[in-house]
């Protein structure tokens, strides 16, 4: 199963964009920071992530202010066909009910 779900900030987006068949896409970069338990040690993880929203959450995508955090749920794809790199394709976005969630 490929799923992700990651409570992020949006750090960068671009303009509204359409593919050939008219479908928009927003594509923006996502920010995470948060402390981890691995291996019985507490860990800070930290990482970047390109992120885009197709259809009719594109609008909802670009509607977040830069800094703002949501939860982000959606699948990890690569980039296109013969690339390596992998991008975020969002779902599904909520608002989150307590911000104190990251390095806590």
Same mark, same amino acid.
């Given at each position: 199963m490929?799923?992700?779900?990651?409570?992020?900030?949006?750090?960068e987006k671009s303009v509204l964009r359409y593919t050939p068949a008219g479908i928009p896409i927003a594509t923006v970069?996502?920010?995470?920071?948060?402390?981890?338990?691995? %291996?019985? %040690?507490e860990r800070l993880v930290e990482f970047e992530i390109n992120a885009i929203a197709a259809g009719e959450i594109s609008s909802q995508m670009?509607?977040?202010?830069?800094?703002?955090?949501?939860?982000?749920?959606?699948f990890l794809a690569r980039k296109n066909r013969n690339s390596k790199s992998i991008v975020f394709h969002v779902t599904h976005i909520e608002a989150l009910k307590n911000e104190t969630h990251l390095l806590d």
């Amino acid at each position: 199963m490929n799923q992700l779900t990651v409570v992020a900030q949006l750090i960068e987006k671009s303009v509204l964009r359409y593919t050939p068949a008219g479908i928009p896409i927003a594509t923006v970069s996502l920010k995470h920071d948060s402390k981890q338990m691995h %291996a019985g %040690a507490e860990r800070l993880v930290e990482f970047e992530i390109n992120a885009i929203a197709a259809g009719e959450i594109s609008s909802q995508m670009l509607e977040i202010e830069l800094g703002e955090f949501r939860e982000f749920k959606g699948f990890l794809a690569r980039k296109n066909r013969n690339s390596k790199s992998i991008v975020f394709h969002v779902t599904h976005i909520e608002a989150l009910k307590n911000e104190t969630h990251l390095l806590d």
